[in-house]
């Protein structure tokens, strides 16, 4: 009998409203969670979970598992919500608001592997700036960092980085990870491996990440940034891909595509010479594809002639942008 009673009692969404956390649910104030950087899809949450504490997430997640089959209560992570297809809604469901998170606090060891352990929820832009307090840094980024730490290991998380390092998901120890059947557990290559690899990269759909342990190198002092604007795909690509493939190169290195509607080109002056604003006032693009390549070279101050090596590129940049600068 009393078994009965809870079965019924659990299936029941409201029942939600019992459970005991650190943190708290919001019923009524979830039209937020119907909402991403996409704007395409609305879908509105029965409810949104602001954990305080990993054991919130557990609690809830574990007693969604136990309404059983029946329960159609589905349950989403949402990081910084700059998904674009509503991956981080939850429709009917429980969106677990994973910014409010407190904890674990984040922690950076230093000595010759260093790591930082940060919370799922985590900004990379914080863990960037609590990692250059000790001279370190990730060694694989996003190029825009006001996203979390679980929405991109959910992904790949791919920045200019990631042909030395490989993405995001490729530079991380070990996580912990709350379930489908509300466990924490901790996975590694080593340990529970196969929850590892599939966490990661695993669109928040194998269990919700709650801490990562990442990999960081010593942080450059300096850095040169260069960009580079192609009207033709073929030289562009072969450019890429030397660079890519040498030796001596870059630290960073990215291709991206533009479509110049908007007059952008203004914003991309100062990646010419400065000493050469006469051609640069001759580039004629508007309404045309460019391609563009984003280079940085990290040098420390004790090795400057660091600059040098990058140099040694220069007749790639100069011929690229001849072209360029030739009128359609
Ligand atoms: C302006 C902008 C710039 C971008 N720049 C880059 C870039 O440079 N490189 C790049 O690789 N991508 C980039 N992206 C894409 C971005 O990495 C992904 O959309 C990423 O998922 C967003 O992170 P988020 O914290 O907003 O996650 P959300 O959009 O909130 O969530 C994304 C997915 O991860 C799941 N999730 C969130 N947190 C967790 C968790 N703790 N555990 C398990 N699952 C979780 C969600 O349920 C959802 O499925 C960019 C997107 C935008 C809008």
């Keep these: ?9 659990s299936s029941n969404p409201s029942s939600l409203r019992t459970l005991s956390v650190d943190g708290h649910f919001s019923f009524d ?37 136990q309404m059983g089959p029946n329960s159609e209560l589905t349950v989403a992570a ?12 939850a429709h009917q469901g429980v969106v677990i608001n994973m910014e409010s998170l407190q904890g674990p606090k984040m922690h950076v060891y230093t000595g010759n592997n260093p790591y930082v352990d940060a919370s799922g929820g985590e900004l990379w832009i914080d863990i960037l700036r609590e990692c250059l307090e000790y ?17 991109t290991l959910s992904n790949a998380g791919v920045s200019g980085q990631a042909f030395r390092h490989g993405p995001q998901i490729s530079n991380v120890h070990q996580m912990e990870v709350v379930t489908g059947k ?6 590694s290559e080593k340990q529970n491996s196969d929850l590892f690899h599939s966490v990661l990269g695993g669109l928040g759909q194998f269990g919700i990440i709650t801490r990562a342990r990442i990999s960081l190198e010593p942080a450059p002092d300096m850095v040169k940034w260069i960009r580079v604007l192609y009207s033709d795909f073929t030289t562009f690509a072969a450019d890429q891909e030397r660079l890519i493939g040498a030796e001596s190169t870059f630290d960073y290195i990215e291709g991206f595509v533009i479509i110049n509607r908007t007059g952008l080109l203004n914003n991309w002056r100062s990646s010419f010479n400065p000493q050469d604003p006469v051609q640069a006032s001759q580039f004629h693009s508007d309404g045309r594809t460019l391609y563009c390549l984003e280079l940085a070279k990290y040098f420390n101050r004790d090795r400057a002639d660091a600059l040098n090596e990058v140099s040694a590129w220069s007749p790639i940049f100069w011929f690229s942008l001849s072209k360029l600068l030739r009128k359609p």
């Design 135 to 151: 001279g370190l840094a990730p060694k694989s980024w996003t190029d825009y960092l006001h996203l979390t730490v679980g929405g």
């Design 78 to 89: 949402r990081g910084h919500s700059h998904s674009l297809q509503g991956q981080a809604q």
């Design 182 to 187: 509300g466990e924490v557990l901790n996975c």
């Design 29 to 65: 104030e979830v039209h937020h969670a119907a909402k991403d950087f996409g704007n395409r899809f609305q879908l509105l949450p029965l409810a949104v979970l602001y954990p305080k504490s990993v054991s919130d997430i557990a609690t809830t997640i574990r007693h969604i598992w």
């Design 1 to 9: 009998m009393t078994i009965r009673i809870n079965l019924c009692f």
